[in-house]
């Protein structure tokens, strides 16, 4: 886990190549000083974390802000852990260390070409941050995320590094996304503001500002909050400026296609519009996934499944009216949290216009079952159905089934776009879906 990590963050190129930066837990290599030191947490045979070695307060801060957006089970130890930080003891029991070394002869004015803290403070117009990591198992569709610290140990921001296709793809939809809907941002809806977004080296990062320190997580997880959303008029269109870059492949709940124009007049990001389903770019997109899939001759049996779907779907509702506009694309309750009375949500790297509304309170049910509950994808799809035949009155009762059909093809389509992309297949999704698919 953690050689995976290091490769990504301060070895994206190998040394044979002239890389300069090295990496090690022991010696410093000859002719090198280091620039950042970091102590792995418990050890490096089962890493959890790296806490930045820049001063007492960042080391702790790095452990205990936020730490309200925590469940207990991790919300004690890293509080317990920051005390021994703080007070100087814990270096002195945990004394695995990870240092960051580069040529004595370095310019400082070039540390940004090789280390991404130096960039990131740099683009910021910043001291270099302090960099707090958290280590997860290897997974393609998984972005190294850091919280960016300052000397005093506050946060100054919140790194998330795409690194591969999928996941470069993530951060550019996150930040386009979160420039749509801080412009016009909605009652009682807070959205982290977008910092930065561009490249480092093969890399592309968006940084957004820190949450408040006394953020509380979101409690009521059998109680998804209001998803916002206003109606505007039938004829006005709905806006499609997700800026995606044009030599990108459009994932599918982009919901853009490149010759499509992209109107930009509407009241606010969370406008919707009625719209019949065979005309919304929601349906247009996931159509060219599915013609994408129905080319790929390593899944012919979910091909088969898709195209039946989507065939049977435009015949049968291609004109129905259905209700459109933003949806978050990953609305549940770790993506959120409380303070002040408003409701802070992040992790915008899934949203999309022109999306059916009441996909996000029907995305909760099914991570509720699927991730919180641990229950298996059968179950998850049972809770989406009952979701929307129960939970979304203000839909005509004949819409409802549809709406439900349409978020589960929506999901197994991100899911086989994200392998697609290099990342794998999800195992909790796949290959159960086959069988869901194979239903009617």
Same mark, same amino acid.
Not at 25 to 53: D, M, T
Not at 397 to 422: A, P, S, V, W
């Given at each position: 886990?953690?050689?995976?990590?290091?490769?990504?963050?301060? %070895?994206?190129?190998?040394?044979?190549?002239?890389?300069? *930066? $090295?990496?090690?837990?022991?010696?410093?290599?000859? =002719?090198? $000083? *280091?620039? @950042?030191?970091?102590?792995?947490? &418990?050890?490096?045979?089962?890493?959890?974390?790296? /806490?930045?070695?820049?001063?007492?307060?960042?080391?702790?801060?790095?452990?205990?802000?936020?730490?309200?957006?925590?469940?207990?089970?991790?919300?004690? &130890?890293?509080?317990?852990?920051?005390?021994?930080?703080? +007070?100087?003891?814990?270096?002195?029991?945990?004394?695995?260390?990870?240092?960051?070394?580069?040529?004595?002869?370095?310019?400082?004015?070039?540390?940004?070409?090789?280390?991404?803290?130096?960039?990131?403070?740099? /683009?910021?117009?910043?001291?270099?941050?302090?960099?707090?990591?958290? !280590?997860?198992?290897?997974?393609?569709?998984?972005?190294?995320?850091?919280?960016?610290?300052?000397?005093?140990?506050?946060?100054?921001?919140?790194?998330?590094?795409?690194?591969?296709?999928?996941?470069?793809?993530?951060?550019?939809?996150?930040?386009?996304?979160?420039?749509?809907?801080?412009?016009?941002?909605?009652?009682?809806?807070?959205?982290?503001?977008?910092?930065?977004?561009?490249?480092?080296?093969?890399?592309?990062?968006? !940084?957004?500002?820190?949450?408040?320190?006394?953020?509380? $997580?979101?409690?009521?997880?059998?109680?998804?909050?209001? /998803?916002?959303?206003?109606?505007?008029?039938?004829?006005?269109?709905?806006? +499609?400026?997700?800026?995606?870059?044009?030599?990108? &492949? +459009?994932?599918?709940?982009?919901?853009?296609?490149?010759?499509?124009?992209? &109107?930009?007049?509407?009241?606010?990001?969370?406008?919707?519009?009625?719209?019949? %389903?065979?005309?919304?770019?929601?349906?247009?997109?996931?159509?060219? @996934?599915?013609? *994408?899939?129905?080319?790929?001759?390593? @899944?012919?049996? %979910?091909?088969?499944?898709?195209?039946?779907?989507?065939?049977?779907?435009?015949?049968?509702?291609? =004109?129905?009216?259905?209700? /459109?506009?933003?949806?978050?694309?990953?609305?549940?309750?770790?993506?959120? =949290?409380?303070?002040?009375?408003?409701?802070?949500?992040?992790?915008?790297?899934?949203?999309? @216009?022109? *999306?059916?509304?009441?996909?996000?309170?029907?995305?909760?049910?099914?991570?509720?079952?699927?991730? %919180?509950? =641990?229950?298996?994808?059968?179950?998850?799809?049972?809770?989406?159905?009952?979701?929307?035949?129960?939970?979304?009155?203000?839909?005509?009762?004949?819409?409802?089934?549809?709406?439900?059909?349409?978020?589960?093809?929506?999901?197994?389509?991100?899911?086989?776009?994200?392998?697609?992309?290099?990342?794998?297949?999800?195992?909790?999704?796949?290959?159960?879906?086959?069988?869901?698919?194979?239903?009617?």
């Amino acid at each position: 886990m953690l050689r995976a990590l290091v490769e990504r963050l301060w %070895l994206p190129e190998p040394e044979s190549s002239g890389w300069p *930066v $090295r990496v090690t837990s022991g010696e410093v290599p000859p =002719g090198h $000083r *280091v620039v @950042e030191r970091y102590a792995v947490v &418990p050890s490096p045979e089962r890493p959890r974390f790296l /806490v930045p070695l820049d001063g007492r307060a960042v080391a702790a801060g790095s452990l205990t802000h936020y730490n309200g957006l925590r469940w207990a089970r991790l919300r004690v &130890p890293r509080t317990v852990l920051g005390a021994g930080f703080r +007070t100087g003891v814990a270096p002195l029991l945990l004394r695995h260390r990870l240092l960051v070394c580069v040529p004595e002869d370095l310019p400082p004015a070039e540390l940004g070409d090789y280390l991404l803290s130096a960039h990131l403070g740099r /683009v910021l117009g910043l001291p270099q941050p302090a960099l707090g990591v958290g !280590v997860r198992p290897p997974d393609p569709n998984l972005k190294p995320t850091l919280q960016l610290f300052g000397a005093d140990g506050a946060p100054v921001g919140y790194a998330k590094v795409g690194w591969n296709p999928a996941t470069r793809e993530m951060t550019r939809r996150e930040a386009a996304a979160i420039a749509a809907v801080t412009e016009a941002p909605a009652n009682g809806i807070r959205v982290p503001r977008l910092l930065h977004h561009g490249p480092w080296r093969d890399y592309d990062l968006t !940084v957004t500002a820190p949450l408040p320190p006394r953020i509380r $997580r979101y409690r009521e997880a059998d109680r998804p909050p209001p /998803v916002p959303c206003d109606d505007v008029l039938p004829d006005q269109p709905t806006p +499609t400026d997700l800026r995606v870059l044009p030599d990108q &492949p +459009t994932p599918t709940d982009l919901r853009v296609l490149p010759d499509q124009p992209t &109107p930009t007049d509407l009241p606010g990001p969370f406008a919707a519009r009625t719209a019949k %389903l065979a005309d919304s770019a929601f349906w247009r997109a996931l159509r060219a @996934e599915a013609a *994408v899939l129905a080319a790929d001759d390593e @899944e012919p049996r %979910l091909a088969a499944l898709v195209t039946a779907h989507c065939d049977e779907l435009d015949r049968e509702h291609g =004109g129905t009216p259905l209700r /459109v506009g933003r949806w978050h694309g990953d609305w549940v309750p770790w993506n959120m =949290g409380r303070y002040a009375g408003d409701l802070y949500v992040w992790d915008w790297e899934h949203s999309a @216009e022109e *999306v059916p509304v009441g996909f996000d309170h029907l995305h909760w049910r099914f991570q509720d079952a699927l991730v %919180l509950r =641990g229950r298996p994808l059968a179950e998850a799809v049972a809770a989406v159905r009952a979701a929307a035949e129960n939970e979304l009155p203000e839909l005509p009762h004949d819409h409802r089934r549809l709406l439900g059909r349409l978020y589960l093809l929506e999901m197994f389509m991100r899911t086989y776009h994200l392998k697609r992309l290099g990342g794998g297949w999800n195992p909790a999704l796949h290959p159960a879906m086959l069988e869901v698919l194979e239903e009617r």
